[in-house]
C-alpha cells in the first residue's frame, strides 16, 4: 500500500518526492519471498556480514512465524529495502531477538508487555546509495507498529557501528552489551530500546514522517489467511491495559 503520512523534508535527505514514490508490500507471494531473500544476501554479502553461498539467498525460520510482518519497501514498483516486524507477547515469543538477548526479554514478555522486534533489516546496495531515505521509510514500519499493537516498548537488536541512528530517531538507548549473532561472523548486536507511550509524541514532533492514521495502520498490520490471523496481540494488549493505551490517545491531542 502507499505510504500515508505527510512528507517532512527536512528529514528526508534527498527530498520529499521519495514518500510518494514508495509502497509497503507484505511479503507473501512465493516470488516476493524469493525476491526479499535474495536481496537480502546482496545486502549482507556487500556488508560483509555473511559468506558466499550457493543458494545466494537468506532466509530463517522466524520469516514464517505467526508472529511476523514481512514488509518489502517498493519504489517505483521496484524492491529497494525490507524489515520483517515481531509482535511478540507472553504467547507469542518467536524472534532471533528473543533468542539472543532472553535474558532480557522473557521476564518483560513474563510481565505482560508487549514489544515490538523490527529484524532483518536490508537494502539493496546500490539502491541504498541512491535513495538514502530508505533507512527512515524502511524503519517506519516498526513505529506504525508500536502504535498499532499498543506496545510498551519498541526494540532494536542493531550492530553496534549502527547506534547512532536509533538513538537520534527513536530515541533508543542500550540495554545489553554486545553479543554474537547466528551467522554472522564479522559483527556484534546490541539490544536497544525504548518507552514507546513516554517518548511517542517526542520523537513525532522531531521526525514527523513518523505519522499515520489509524486507516493505514489497519491495511498494513490486519491479515485474514489461517498462519497470520493466529496471534492477536492488539487484543491481548487492550485487554492487558485499557487505561494506558486510553491515556496514549488522550495525551496525543
Given at each position: 500500500m502507499k505510504s500515508g503520512a505527510e512528507?517532512?523534508?527536512a528529514h528526508l535527505p534527498r527530498g520529499a518526492a521519495l514518500f510518494d514514490r514508495i509502497d509497503y508490500r507484505l511479503i507473501e507471494t512465493?516470488?516476493?519471498?524469493d525476491n526479499l531473500y535474495l536481496m537480502r544476501y546482496r545486502a549482507y554479502l556487500h556488508a560483509g556480514l555473511i559468506a558466499p553461498s550457493e543458494s545466494r539467498r537468506v532466509t530463517d525460520r522466524f520469516d514464517e512465524a505467526p508472529n511476523t510482518w514481512n514488509?518489502?519497501?517498493y519504489v517505483d514498483g521496484e524492491l529497494c529495502s525490507s524489515v520483517r516486524i515481531h509482535v511478540l507477547t507472553s504467547e507469542w515469543r518467536?524472534?532471533?531477538t528473543t533468542e539472543v538477548f532472553g535474558d532480557v526479554?522473557?521476564?518483560r514478555l513474563d510481565r505482560g508487555e508487549v514489544l515490538v522486534?523490527?529484524?532483518?533489516?536490508a537494502a539493496d546496495p546500490e539502491k541504498s546509495q541512491r535513495f538514502q531515505e530508505l533507512p527512515y521509510l524502511t524503519l517506519r514500519l516498526a513505529y506504525l507498529a508500536c502504535d498499532h499493537f499498543n506496545a510498551d516498548t519498541g526494540l532494536a537488536m542493531v550492530r553496534t557501528d549502527h547506534q547512532a541512528f536509533y538513538r537520534r530517531v527513536f530515541l533508543h538507548e542500550p540495554i545489553t552489551e554486545p553479543r554474537a549473532f547466528p551467522g554472522w561472523h564479522s559483527k556484534k548486536v546490541t539490544l536497544m530500546a525504548s518507552?514507546?507511550?513516554r517518548l511517542r509524541e517526542k520523537v513525532l514532533a522531531r521526525f514527523p514522517i513518523m505519522r499515520s492514521s489509524a486507516f493505514e495502520r489497519r491495511m498494513l498490520f490486519e491479515r485474514t489467511s489461517p498462519r497470520q490471523a493466529a496471534p492477536r496481540p492488539v487484543l491481548l494488549a487492550a485487554a492487558r491495559n485499557a487505561d494506558a493505551a486510553a491515556s496514549v490517545v488522550s495525551s496525543a491531542r
Amino acid at each position: 500500500m502507499k505510504s500515508g503520512a505527510e512528507p517532512h523534508a527536512a528529514h528526508l535527505p534527498r527530498g520529499a518526492a521519495l514518500f510518494d514514490r514508495i509502497d509497503y508490500r507484505l511479503i507473501e507471494t512465493a516470488e516476493d519471498k524469493d525476491n526479499l531473500y535474495l536481496m537480502r544476501y546482496r545486502a549482507y554479502l556487500h556488508a560483509g556480514l555473511i559468506a558466499p553461498s550457493e543458494s545466494r539467498r537468506v532466509t530463517d525460520r522466524f520469516d514464517e512465524a505467526p508472529n511476523t510482518w514481512n514488509f518489502g519497501i517498493y519504489v517505483d514498483g521496484e524492491l529497494c529495502s525490507s524489515v520483517r516486524i515481531h509482535v511478540l507477547t507472553s504467547e507469542w515469543r518467536m524472534s532471533y531477538t528473543t533468542e539472543v538477548f532472553g535474558d532480557v526479554l522473557h521476564p518483560r514478555l513474563d510481565r505482560g508487555e508487549v514489544l515490538v522486534d523490527p529484524a532483518r533489516f536490508a537494502a539493496d546496495p546500490e539502491k541504498s546509495q541512491r535513495f538514502q531515505e530508505l533507512p527512515y521509510l524502511t524503519l517506519r514500519l516498526a513505529y506504525l507498529a508500536c502504535d498499532h499493537f499498543n506496545a510498551d516498548t519498541g526494540l532494536a537488536m542493531v550492530r553496534t557501528d549502527h547506534q547512532a541512528f536509533y538513538r537520534r530517531v527513536f530515541l533508543h538507548e542500550p540495554i545489553t552489551e554486545p553479543r554474537a549473532f547466528p551467522g554472522w561472523h564479522s559483527k556484534k548486536v546490541t539490544l536497544m530500546a525504548s518507552d514507546f507511550p513516554r517518548l511517542r509524541e517526542k520523537v513525532l514532533a522531531r521526525f514527523p514522517i513518523m505519522r499515520s492514521s489509524a486507516f493505514e495502520r489497519r491495511m498494513l498490520f490486519e491479515r485474514t489467511s489461517p498462519r497470520q490471523a493466529a496471534p492477536r496481540p492488539v487484543l491481548l494488549a487492550a485487554a492487558r491495559n485499557a487505561d494506558a493505551a486510553a491515556s496514549v490517545v488522550s495525551s496525543a491531542r
